[in-house]
């Protein structure tokens, strides 16, 4: 491989890599705003100089590939001085209000401000000042925080296939907004709060709900569909903040879709079955799991999973429902009309899946077939395990038994004699198989809610012989 | 060095320019030799041979950056890919307006220049990017294609060969910044006018993100002439190293006789051009300053115009040449106010979507506006003089096209030559503002 020297050392990259690229790999941080790894290369920030020998001028790192015997300094005293320009630029007409400002403390303006700026303000002139457009449900923003970097310009063309973000106007005066004020129409909406380096797009979602620095971060993946995008779930005191995507080169890149960002809420939703029911009431643990027993005794019993569990759990199921309740049937459920990975096939150009639970190839793999409503089984009770994501079938009047998430609103909840409450994909761990057939592992973020319980322990109490119909 | 007497062409376009006739096709048959050489090009030279004799004549880019054609040309790479011969038209440099003299009354040197130019890099279909105020102009011009189209030099088969090639007359919109190579590339595609990373350099990646060259009007417009005399003898009308024919000069400001002039390049000094070709200072008033190659150009105060006007030696003595458009300024000009007007002028231009020129140009623009209107308030401090020299300096060399240092090299020249004029304005010495310097 062709080598070159970044700050001294020497480094070794693969023809194409640029400059940032490269000094990463030595341990070298350059800043930037304009650049995103996603995105084309556009070097209109000027915040990533850097000093190449040879080269009269400073160069910028993110638009300079490496070359074979390139010395490239970062850290010179030119250098330095055109950080700070381009920072002092950057902060003339920026209203410095991080006091009340969502990015504070996960901000690139701030951050490269402390590390490259000056303390001291040589700007006495008035501030520039935009007018905001309404950028629908998903998306605020606050136009004088922009820097102009056009991240989210390309974003909106490259990556979201749509020209929605544009720059308008020209110099001093270039507005950052939408074509004709317009509402964003992406279903990819929340990157452009991701990837934009100040507090100018922020999510709607999230604003002032807490402080970026208050947040503790868990690495996880969607259940939103079969695409499994990487994701990081921020949470504190037990809440799910946020959801942000995760670099994968192979699965999502660095971006989510709108609808596995805010995923996350039904499982913070106040009508979440949180206790046992039965008859739609609430009731203990003991007497829930005894009713369940005793209601499946001797019955012939249909197991249906969805889809949105993890293996682990499947296996689970599986292997209770062999040993305890041999001659049932054992189905998955999950998306209408999906019903194998044959059919689930990309939803749109970007990284949406048609399955819209994230496990079906998991199910496949364990040999679980799919449940079809169209065939009459001949069952008398059911019991039916999902992780709150998949759709529920329709069963007719046999005894149904749900176990995991059941939210009141969904109107579904009545129709179970008994709800045993599991435990969401925010809290639990495991794996799932996305339709690339990788595997993937969901991680804890948050501690189970209410007196929900995980599936293993809900299985192990199912099979517990101790457990004697009839006692309190 | 003196122009050789036995040399009988020593101007190419000037003996033609005011009389509106010379602009018909009849005019440029019968006087200029015309299309001969474009017939003989396209029946008789390789591409390369063109390309050769191109560089043997030293003809560089009359467009600002003097880069010498025939290496423009040879970059372009023989790949199965359309490639295109785009005409810069947009003549927006502040001072300029030599390119128009050629649309006016020679635009058949040009369409000419286009057929050699198309047949040298493979072109079959080229623009010409033209500034909207000429409107005018793209009516002439597109009055001069149609003759050459009437007459078969364009279109299919033309001049009776097996070549193709069109025209197409593309009107900017009004933005200085679609002057800049990248930035007309952008709008010819229906783009906003903001400039390109480089690289890729447009000889690669270009129009429609096909192989392309960019050149000036002037520039094409003369490769008739290198063709009519071997690329030897254009070179000799250059007097100096690495700069062939001839130049047009756009003379304007404090003269006796403004106007648009065609010097041998490099045969005169700057001081010669004003007082030999301009008539000197205008109101028998005394020399100040000279801005040499187009507002952008670093300024030169008034001993310091005895320099050979052309490429090298103005870039020795700190300033360029670029368009050729020499501003004279008198000792009445208040040089304040005039980096006022050029700062403004910049930062309207800017195309905003680069960091130090967005910002920095308007900043500049700000504190000038300050200095020159609030003398007397104590807006202006004399701190500001200082730090509009180091604005420019994080501007200048620090942007993504060459506009920022458009901007930065009048504000550091005019600041460094005419500081006691900064000094008096910001101490309120309103009276005594001008006299200095
Ligand atoms: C800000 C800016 C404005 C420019 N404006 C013009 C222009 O109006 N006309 C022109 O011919 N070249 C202009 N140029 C130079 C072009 O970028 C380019 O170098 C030129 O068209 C090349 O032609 P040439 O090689 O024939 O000189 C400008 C450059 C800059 C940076
Ligand atoms: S809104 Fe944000 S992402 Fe878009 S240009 Fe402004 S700073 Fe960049
Ligand atoms: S594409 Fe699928 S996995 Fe990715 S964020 Fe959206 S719903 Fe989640
Ligand atoms: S230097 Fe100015 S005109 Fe050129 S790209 Fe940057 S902002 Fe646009
Ligand atoms: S990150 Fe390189 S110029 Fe913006």
Known sequence: MPKCTIDGKEVEFKPGENLITVAKRAGVDIPVFCYHPGLTVVAQCRMCYVEVEKMPKLQTACSTNAAEGMVVKTNSENVKKGRAGTMEFLLLNHPLDCPICDKSGECDLQDNSYGHGSAYMRHSEERRTYVDVDMGPVIEKNM????????????????????????????????????????????????????????????????????????????????????????????????????????????????????????????????????????????????????????????????????????????????????????????????????????????????????????????????????????????????VFTGGRAVLPELGHAIQVGVGVFLDKDHQTAKYQHILPGLAYTEKDGTIINHQGKEQKLKRAILPRGRSKSTAEILMLLANKKTKVGVA | MSVEANTPVTKLFEPHFWKDSNRKLEYYLDKMDGYKMAKKVLTEMTPDQVIDEVKKANLRGRGGAGFPMGMKWSFIPKVDKPKYLVINADESEPGTCKDRQIIRYTPHALIEGIIIGSHAIGCKHSYIYIRGEYAREAKLLQEAIDEAYAKGYLGQNILGTQNTLDITIHRGAGAYICGEETGLLNSLEGKRGEPRVKPPFPAVSGAFACPTAVNNVESVATVPFVMRMGGDNFAKLGKIDKSGGTRLISLSGHVNKPGVYEIGAGSMTLRQIIEDLGGGVWKGRKLKAVVPGGSSAPVLSADEIDVVYDVEPLQKVGTM?????????????????????????????????????????????????????????????????????????????????????????????????????????????????????
């Open chain 2, 321 to 437: 040449m670029g368009s050729a458009a020499i501003m004279v300024c008198d000792d009445t000009t208040d040089m304040v106010k005039l980096l006022l007007r050029v700062t403004k002028f910049y930062a309207h231009e800017s195309c905003g979507q680069c960091t130090p020129c967005r910002e920095g140009c308007q900043w500049m623009e700000s504190i000038l506006h300050r200095i020159v209107h609030h003398p007397h308030d104590g807006k202006a401090k004399p701190s500001d003089i200082d730090m509009l020299t180091d604005i420019a300096g994080n501007i200048g060399g620090k942007t993504l096209c060459a506009l920022g240092d458009a901007a930065a090299g009048p504000v550091i020249s005019f600041i460094k030559k005419f500081r006691p004029e900064f000094e008096a304005y910001v101490r309120g010495d309103v009276k005594e503002r001008v006299r200095h310097a």
């Open chain 1, 144 to 383: 004088n925080r922009c820097i102009h970097c056009t991240r989210c310009i390309r974003f909106g063309d490259e990556i979201a296939g749509i020209r929605e973000m544009v720059a308008v106007k020209r110099g001093n005066n270039v507005d950052i907004t939408t074509i004709d004020g317009e509402a964003l129409k992406t279903e990819y909406a929340g990157n452009y709060a991701d990837i934009c380096p100040t507090g100018s797009l922020t999510l709607r979602d999230f604003r002032f709900r807490k402080r970026a620095w208050m947040l503790k971060k868990t690495a996880s993946i969607c259940e939103g569909c079969s695409k499994g995008c990487n994701i990081e779930l921020q949470h504190e005191g037990n809440v799910v903040y946020r959801t942000i995507p995760r670099e994968n080169l192979e699965v999502n890149k660095y971006w989510m879709c709108d609808e596995g960002r805010f995923n996350y809420h039904y499982t913070q939703d106040e009508t979440r079955v949180l206790e046992p029911r039965w008859n739609n009431e609430k009731t203990s643990w003991e007497d829930s799991i005894l009713a369940v027993k005793t209601a499946l005794e001797g019955k012939k019993v249909l197991f249906l999973v969805g889809t949105d569990l993890t293996l682990e759990e499947m296996s689970a199921i599986r292997e209770f429902t062999g040993l305890y309740y041999p001659g049932s049937v054992l189905q998955h459920f999950g998306t209408p009309g999906i019903e194998t990975s044959a059919q689930d096939q990309p939803a749109d150009k970007i990284l949406k899946m048609t399955s819209k639970t994230s496990n079906l190839r998991g199910a496949e793999k364990l040999g679980i077939v799919p449940h079809n409503p169209r065939v009459d089984h001949d069952f008398s009770a059911a019991v």
